[in-house]
């Protein structure tokens, strides 16, 4: 049972409100990827830890780094330091970060089962939950955290192609070739990430957001198979454990099926990229909450550029239940005194004339 005072804080998390069905004024903002490289005290911490999958599996660090854009900024979330890919590491697949080229895995043999039960994967996971726990305790009590995980299309086109490619040709063979097996594959991503997202709540998460990032490039019978239908799945598993659990899904690209992907999932907000037309996610909220889609070449840009983009889309989406945020990560170029002035013209606090 939710004690009153627990009641009390959610009440001052704007993004829950959001999330909810309330529409504030003004929305409320945070940035994907917002933590990360083009803050100094990021590269710091980042130096301090070695690998990059050190940094993820240190709850210490992890906590640290996810604190630092809410200290500077004062986002209305904060987002768990993690990747996408600690996944496919916890499934017992070989994944490291190398500089200057990226994530690089041992591609999956598809026919091989995975051996790791998912209390094993939980096990591996657990300092990345630690860190839940801890983030959650250094948290100002209005702000959100929001934990998060890759949908199963995208963790399953690095696994098969063991690093990212353009058009992520390797998985979509594999899908039509080998349907069966990369079938199972989807499955055991949609039961391990089930696992972890309730985790991440049940640790102090007050929300989860799915990344599919490479939704986009489906043909619409292989989004409905792959990126739709799986994200039901992992809606449905989270709220049978975590009734009323609130989850954004963010199908990056997938503009042609936006519509039925926020109907038939279940979410409560759907993440859009900035090639969405404002009128067109204006539409969306009348199914869910909508958030974004400043393009961050905008706020690399900063000035009138990023200032009428800003404006514009306030204007067309406060009307309704919307989150501020980018149409994907923030980029490790972008000026810090750009980030400040965004949050500023959000929030209105900006100088006029």
């Not at 994907?32 to 590269?43: D, H, K, V």
């Not at 514009?312 to 919307?322: C, M, Q, W």
Request: with cysteine; aromatic share 6%.
């Amino acid at each position: 049972m939710t004690s009153p005072a627990a009641n009390e804080m959610g009440e001052q998390k704007t993004i829950l409100r959001v999330l909810r069905g309330n529409s504030l004024t003004p929305p409320p903002v945070w940035m994907m990827r917002q933590a990360g490289r083009y803050l100094s005290e990021y590269r710091e911490t980042r130096r301090k830890a070695g690998s990059f999958l050190d940094l993820c599996y240190s709850p210490d660090m992890a906590c640290e780094v996810t604190l630092q854009p809410i200290r500077r900024f004062g986002f209305d979330a904060a987002i768990l330091f993690s990747d996408i890919l600690v996944i496919p590491d916890a499934l017992g697949q070989d994944v490291r970060f190398e500089e200057g080229t990226g994530p690089v895995l041992e591609p999956v043999d598809l026919s091989v089962p995975f051996e790791r039960s998912d209390a094993d994967v939980l096990e591996h996971l657990e300092p990345v939950l630690q860190a839940v726990s801890s983030i959650r305790a250094a948290l100002p009590p209005q702000t959100t955290l929001l934990g998060f995980c890759g949908a199963p299309w995208t963790v399953a086109t690095y696994m098969i192609a063991g690093r990212g490619t353009p058009d992520q040709a390797p998985a979509r063979l594999a899908a039509l070739r080998e349907r069966d097996a990369f079938d199972r594959l989807i499955d055991r991503l949609v039961e391990v990430s089930i696992r972890y997202l309730v985790e991440q709540l049940r640790r102090g998460a007050d929300a989860v957001q799915v990344f599919d990032t490479w939704a986009g490039i489906l043909a619409p019978e292989d989004f409905e198979r792959y990126s739709l239908e799986p994200m039901k799945r992992i809606v449905e598993g989270i709220r049978a454990e975590v009734p009323g659990a609130p989850v954004i899904g963010f199908p990056k690209g997938a503009t042609a099926h936006l519509e039925r992907y926020a109907r038939e999932t279940g979410i409560n907000a759907i993440g859009i990229d900035w090639t969405v037309p404002l009128q067109r996610a204006k539409a969306l909220q009348e199914i869910c909450a909508v958030q974004g889609n400043l393009d961050p070449m905008r706020l690399i840009a900063g000035g009138d550029a990023m200032n009428r983009a800003i404006d514009e889309i306030v204007a067309v989406l406060s009307g309704g239940p919307f989150i501020f945020n980018l149409g994907h990560g923030v980029t490790p170029q972008t000026p810090v005194e750009h980030v400040a002035q965004m949050i500023a013209r959000v929030r209105g606090t900006h100088r006029t004339g």
